[in-house]
Each structure stands twice: as C-alpha cells, then as structure tokens.
C-alpha cells in the first residue's frame, strides 16, 4: 500500500474520536477500510459485545487459531466534578503524567454527543514567582478545565456537561512538514492508530497473497484480525476476546518507545529503524513468548527487513494480559513513536508498513 493511500486511511481514523470505552465511531471507519481490502470475499467484520471489531479468516483444516490485536482507544479524561463557577475538575482515563497538561486544549463529549472545547487552566508565567515555578509539582486532582461557562448552572444546561464525561486531547493531524517531508506524521492517537492502521495494511496483503478465491486462508490455522478496546484502561477487549474465541497465539501491535531523551529509561530504539520486537514489558513483570520472539527475529533476517529489539519497562500491552493473565504465547510488535501519552505524538507512514510486512511474513511461515 502507498503512503498516500496509508495517510489517507490513518488520518480517517483519527477524525473520529476514541476515549477508552466509546471506541464505536472508530470502529467503525476500521470497519469500512477492512470492507474495501477484503472486496467480494464476503467474509463480514464484526462487533462483540465489548466493542472490539474483527474479522475471522478461515485457514484450511485449522487445528489452532492466531489473533492479531491493535488497540482503538486513546488516552484522555473523564470529568469527575463541576465545580460552582463553571470551571470543570477530571480524572485520567488511561496514563499520562500531569507536567504536559497545563493550557492543553480538550474535547468533552456532553450528553447531546457534541464535543466541546475546552483548555485545562494553567497559571501564567507572568504572575509566577521564581520559587514556586522550580518547586511545583502538578497535582491532577488540582487542575481544572475551562469551557467558557460562568456557573455550573450553565455548565449542565447550556453545554451538557455532566460528571462522567469523557474527554480527548485535542490537536492537529497529519505529516508534520509535508513540503519536506512525505513520511513523518504528527497528531494525537498516535498510540494506537499506527497500529490500527497497519492491522488493515497487513490485511490487505494477506487478501492478496493468502487467500484463495473462495477466501480461505492457505494455512492450516485460523486467524482473528482484531481492533481491539479499552486497552488504556486495562486492556479489557483484548482479555474478553482471548477469553471468548480460543485463541492459541496472540500477535499484539503496538507502539515502540522511542524515548532515547535524558532522564529515559530506554531501549535506544529510533523512528526510522524498523519495527520493534518486544521481549519484554512491565519492568520485568511482563515477559513474552521467548520462542515467537526468536522467530520473529529469524523471519526478519530471512527476509532482509530491518528491525530492532526493544524492552518497555513502564508498558503494558494486549499481548502482555494474554501472556500472563492466560497464559497465550503472545508477542508484541511495535511501530516506532516518540512522545507517546503526550500531543502530538511523532511516527512515520514507513513505520506502518513496515510493521505490517514483518508480521505478514510471519504469517507466511508459520505452519
């Protein structure tokens, strides 16, 4: 798939917003694009109950089945009171750290389903002294949103704000200086929409190259292509649809840290090097399919494509619950991000592409 084609799909993706648990609208578009790479096989992509969308790929006498995860969610905040002169108090949903969020534009969806803006209130330079600016450390129970209301009356009745309310950061999407370069993409949701996005380049390669004409897969397993859900706040779609549909291998694409910056903990990983094989997440409390991962990596050099290893210390994944909580075979591949939980995040379309060539030819191999 070209670059054009893969901005064009990744930046449809990202207009329509995805706070943890009210993925649906996004869901949705996945689903479309997945209609157009899959064509007239007539194989549907569906809905389960927790909101993860997926299509089942029938392997040709399958004794075992892989799923293929990607997670729709993206951080944000779920407004937990309104205080009596409009201005909003909120709780994390999903983790990030509180330095980044002063004067940081959101969207809240209110009770209509309209998203209204709004900037999270921070104390101006200018009538700051010294001392505190040095000793300050941000307390997310003291922030506040403002939304342009003057009481909480007005709040509730004329913006439908109401407590529970989730909320998105909001900014701009799309290459980040596109008259030099045609690669590097910015925007929010980076974590996980490359991701998503590369799940449906990896589709449309499996559809032309995998699939017979009576859409089959000419392998011997079945292969579940899943965007999931509420990965942010637990990742719960990815355990409920381990759980329901006997899953005997989990491939989880994710994001890989690029955060080679003072004060990091890191694995030296880059933006352009490839795509990332984890080995581990969790600080050493979560460890992947040690196997997989060798083989992961002997695809790779087989096949000439570059890639990098990587360990996440203060990360946890879809692949990572299915690990450790069932006790799947699970590894998790990564498409190189920088400044990821912050807005904008940084990536690259080739990084889209290539994670999803690695793991097609995975796919190619594996018996």
């Known amino acids: ?27 949705e578009v996945f689903k479309q694009e997945m209609d157009i790479v899959i064509g007239n096989k007539s194989i549907p992509i569906k809905e389960d109950a927790l909101g993860n969308f997926y299509v089942k790929l029938e392997g040709h006498n399958a004794k075992k089945s892989i ?55 921070g104390r101006s330079t200018h009538s700051t002294p ?22 909480k009356e007005e709040a509730i009745d004329l913006y439908k704000i109401h407590v529970g309310a989730p909320f998105v950061f909001f900014g701009t999407f799309g290459l980040l200086n596109p008259s030099f370069n045609d690669d590097i993409i910015a925007g929010y949701s980076l974590d996980n929409l490359v991701a998503v996005t590369s799940l449906i380049v990896l589709t449309e390669k499996i559809v ?46 994710d994001i890989g840290l690029v955060a080679d910056f003072s004060g990091s903990v890191n694995s030296g990983i880059t933006l352009t090097g490839g795509p990332v094989i984890v080995w581990q997440e969790q600080r050493g409390a979560g460890v992947f399919d040690y196997n997989s991962c060798k083989e992961f990596a002997r695809v790779a ?14 990360y946890g994944s879809d692949a990572g619950k299915a690990q450790k909580w069932l006790g799947i075979p699970s590894v998790l591949i990564g498409i190189p991000v920088m400044y990821s939980h912050n807005v904008p995040e940084i990536g690259t379309l080739s990084g889209i592409q290539e994670g999803a060539e690695l793991v097609y030819h995975y796919l190619k191999n594996l018996n």
Not at 70 to 85: L, Q, S, V
Not at 223 to 251: K, M, P, Q, W, Y
Request: net charge positive; glycine share 10%; hydrophobic share 35%.
């Open 130 to 151: 010294q001392a505190l600016r040095n000793a300050e450390k941000l307390e997310i129970y003291e922030q506040k949103i403002y939304i342009g209301a003057k009481d």
């Open 67 to 121: 799923g293929i995860y990607a997670h729709m969610d993206e951080i944000g905040g779920t407004i937990r009171k309104i205080n009596k002169n409009g201005r909003l108090e909120f709780s994390m949903r999903g983790g990030y750290e509180t330095r980044w969020l002063i004067s940081r534009k959101i969207q809240i969806l209110n009770k209509e389903g309209k998203w209204i803006n709004g900037v999270i209130e």
């Open 1 to 27: 798939m070209k670059n054009e084609k893969i901005l064009q799909i990744i930046k449809k993706l990202a207009e329509k917003r995805a706070p943890s648990g009210i993925e649906r609208a996004r869901g």
């Open 208 to 253: 032309n190259n995998l699939l017979d004409d009576s859409g089959v897969l000419n392998k011997n397993y079945n292969l579940f292509i899943v965007a999931t859900s509420r990965e942010e706040i637990g990742t719960e779609g990815a355990l409920f649809f381990s759980r329901n549909n006997a899953i005997d291998h989990v491939i989880a694409i």
């Open 301 to 314: 050099d087989e096949n000439k494509i570059t890639y990098q290893d990587g360990v996440c210390e203060y």
